[in-house]
């Protein structure tokens, strides 16, 4: 047997990132893992499936992302597929659903998601011909028609006409193949292809399941386990197996077979072999391929799509990678920005807080780039695992990150520091020695940073300015001394998550840290005089800019709106408020399990619970937006964490399917208006979007006005950015010219801040 044998290794080029800019006010845009490739293939540019969407590279090397935020219908994607009559790419999803995208117009086919049929319906394997899409499925094969976008037919060719799992289907001039769970079926394309009986299972091959099928060089190949056999007239032939190696996809393209294969070392490899049997290429790169998925030729390259590592092109002097920018996986954890940068950790524990060992570490956005930390790429956490919680410093913006199992984390000028019982007060858990959890950080008004010490005997932790430490024992008893978020409160009050069923603690140390004598303690449950928790199940808190605490249980909301009186003699309960949706009124997510809520700059509440995203008012009596998957952009409506860009506006939402973002209108006020900001200034010819003014104080009146005066519009800042459409009172576009943006602030004061220019053409 001849081969050649290209090793690719030394020369390693990254092609551009394809970095995604922040989007306009009132738009989304996502942040997902491009890394696990599925699927390449070559079609009027290349595309690339990974796990969740997919993206093409041009012939200049550039890359486009194709996903909800432009126009596809949904995410996770299985399989795709090209159809040269209609020009159009086929995305099968995993839950069935169906996009035919033709440049940059999408057509959605949903009948087959929809339908309520009962057995598997997933789409494994497209394959398309002359304006036909062929949808290998778990029921048979799916007929869609690509010029009319309908379901065309479906083809049940198990046995006695029964559903039968069909892997993959191809075609030659005469006939169709179908590789399924009863062996390979054969049926001539003269005749009615959704009879059974015209399906005949062939001999010849192995009994039983055929993974799949192909045709190369009008000849047909199928793939049976890690052996490939060919047809030779009735027979069939071994063309090739290796037992060392599992084989993970065959493609034919120009008139080979590449296939992708792995061993139990961990070693991964992609051949190009000729229907003679022949290995031509052998293509090697354990930077580059791990776990290879599907491999196509294009021209004097090779493209392979690898799970692990993404999309890479070879050739015989080099490799390209590409992977469009984004964190390389889901975030688990808490996220914070401060306005220059954005930490998401993405370490994971499940709903009884056991450790999911988790080793993705803390993934990073600056500068609209994503970057991570993790054990493969940073030594100092090559042990570390499931970091939940995170928390950026105030003095020097460094990043302190909580590990549930492997302690705390300080990231600061390229140095990782750990800290677990040996260099700081925190303890093992006393049911799991060795096992450092930490599932809370906050920092208080004079930068002490508050540590929750999971499971540890004492399982309060303070780390003062100083860099001091200490460790305080909760009072009340706690299913397995379980603690997780820490929020501190405008009276530099501490309040502890209990999870597990138990509530929340609220601690006031006093005037001295060191000085237990005059500790207070007050635990919150559910009931009238023990706090008057909607539930004992709490999973979230916020402060919002009156000093309230938000608590978010599995049964809706409650406030706490008297925070500094909690050791009072009166005391203060949880307040359950009421919400007006249409024309009913009800408690605030009443059997809702709201698992996060953030605050914006206009101080309005964010609340994300498993169905979708939830802007309410300031005081949570109305709803602003309610986005769920069905009616917006947004990824899952299995909502995890939320965290608000103070300088944007920007809400990042980290969902079960990854992180996305939706460009709100709200920002932090600034302390004065003296850096007021237009954007889009001039306003461009046919601009039908959003104005913003941004940088003004809180709440400031902004006047709209021509330059004689006369007043166009009037609006007040949401927090600190103010939002204007073009138009007057009236409704009516502004006239082309020069405007006037004059802001009140609370003193009362009018002052000229800046202008817009309206070009023509509106």
């Known amino acids: ?7 690719l290794g030394s020369c390693l080029m990254l092609a551009s990132p394809s970095k995604a800019q922040a989007p ?3 738009q989304w845009r996502e942040h997902l893992n491009y890394r696990p490739a599925i699927q390449v293939i070559k079609a009027d540019q290349i595309y690339c499936a990974t796990a969740t969407n997919l993206f093409a590279v041009d012939a200049q090397d550039e890359m486009q992302r194709f996903s909800k935020m432009t126009g596809l219908s949904d995410i996770g994607v299985s399989c795709i597929g090209w159809d040269d009559l209609s020009s159009q790419l086929v995305i099968a999803y995993n839950n069935s659903n169906i996009d035919v995208l033709k440049k940059q117009s999408v057509t959605n086919i949903g009948d087959i998601k929809r339908s309520s049929i009962a057995g598997n319906k997933s789409i494994h394997h497209i394959f398309c011909r002359n304006g036909l899409a062929y949808l290998s499925s778990g029921l048979g094969i799916i007929v869609v028609n690509l010029i009319k976008y309908e379901i065309k037919d479906t083809w049940f060719i198990g046995a006695n006409g029964g559903p039968v799992n069909v892997h993959s289907m191809t075609a030659d001039a005469d006939f169709f193949y179908a590789a399924t769970d009863e062996g390979l079926k054969k049926a001539s394309r003269l005749t009615d292809l959704s009879d059974y009986r015209n399906w005949t299972t062939l001999s010849g091959l192995p009994a039983g399941n055929i993974s799949a099928v192909t045709v190369a060089a009008n000849q047909v190949i199928a793939q049976k386990n890690d052996s490939l056999f060919i047809a030779s007239g009735n027979n069939w032939n071994l063309l090739y197996t290796d037992t060392a190696w599992s084989l993970n996809n065959i493609t034919a393209s120009g008139n080979k077979i590449l296939v992708c294969q792995q061993n139990n070392t961990g070693t991964a490899r992609v051949f190009q072999l000729a229907t003679n049997g022949n290995i031509e290429k052998i293509i090697t790169n354990p930077a580059l391929l791990s776990h290879p998925l599907s491999a196509i030729i294009d021209a004097d390259k090779i493209w ?22 984004g964190p390389p996986g889901t975030a688990t954890g808490e996220m914070m920005s401060d306005g220059k940068q954005l930490f998401a950790a993405a370490g994971s524990i499940n709903n009884s807080w056991q450790p999911q060992y988790n080793r993705n570490g803390i993934f990073q956005l600056t500068n609209n780039e994503w970057n991570f930390y993790r054990y493969d790429n940073t030594p100092a956490l090559s042990n570390a695992y499931d970091f939940i919680t995170v928390a950026i410093d105030p003095i020097d913006q460094t990043l302190w990150a909580g590990s549930f199992g492997s302690g705390l984390a300080h990231f600061k000028n390229n140095n990782i520091s750990i800290y677990q019982a040996n260099n700081s007060a925190l303890q093992a858990a006393v049911n ?9 950080l906050a920092f208080d008004q004079n930068n002490h940073l508050w540590i929750s010490n999971y499971g540890a005997a004492k399982e309060l932790v303070v780390r003062k300015a100083d860099s001091s430490w200490k460790a305080f024992t909760i009072p009340f008893p706690h299913t397995e001394n379980a603690v997780g978020q820490v929020l501190i409160d405008d009276a530099d009050q501490v309040w502890i998550i ?4 138990n509530g929340i603690f609220c601690y006031n140390h006093g005037a001295s840290i060191d000085n237990t004598n005059d500790d207070q303690w007050k635990f919150y449950q559910q009931g009238n005089g023990k706090g008057n928790l909607p539930s004992n199940n709490v999973l979230c808190m916020a402060k919002d800019k009156n000093g309230f605490i938000w608590i978010g249980t599995d049964k809706g909301i409650g406030i706490v709106q008297c925070a500094g009186n909690v050791f009072s003699p009166q005391g203060c309960d949880a307040l359950l408020p009421v919400v007006q949706q249409d024309r009913f009124a009800g408690l605030l997510f009443r059997d809702e399990m709201v698992q996060c809520i953030a605050v914006d700059g206009a101080n309005r509440k964010w609340v994300g619970t498993k169905n979708g995203l939830w802007l309410l ?4 009596t109305s709803i602003v937006y309610r986005f769920t998957s069905d009616n917006s952009p947004l990824l899952n409506n299995d909502i995890r964490k939320l965290t608000i860009d103070p300088h944007t506006g920007e809400v990042f939402i980290a969902t079960a399917m990854g992180i996305c973002s939706f460009r709100s209108t709200a920002t932090e006020g600034a302390p004065s208006n003296q850096n007021v900001l237009v954007f889009p200034n001039p306003v461009p010819p046919g601009y039908n979007g959003t104005i913003a003014i941004k940088g003004l104080t809180n709440n400031a009146l902004v006047k709209i006005a021509e330059l004689n005066g006369r007043l166009v519009y009037q609006t007040r800042a949401l927090g600190g950015q103010a939002i204007w459409d073009g138009r007057t009172y009236l409704g009516n576009k502004v006239a082309s010219g020069i405007y006037l943006v004059i802001v009140r602030s609370d003193s009362g004061n009018d002052k000229i801040v800046t202008k817009i220019a309206i070009t023509s053409g509106r």
């Open 304 to 325: 392979v799509a690898d799970n692990v590592n993404g999309l890479s092109r070879f050739t015989a002097t080099g490799a390209d990678r590409f992977i469009p920018n």
């Open 432 to 440: 799991n020695p060795g096992s450092y959890q930490v599932g809370g």
């Open 617 to 620: 008012s300031q005081d949570g």
């Open 24 to 26: 306009p006010i009132g």
């Open 1 to 7: 047997m001849r081969f050649a044998i290209i090793i």
């Open 498 to 501: 209990s999870p597990k069923g």
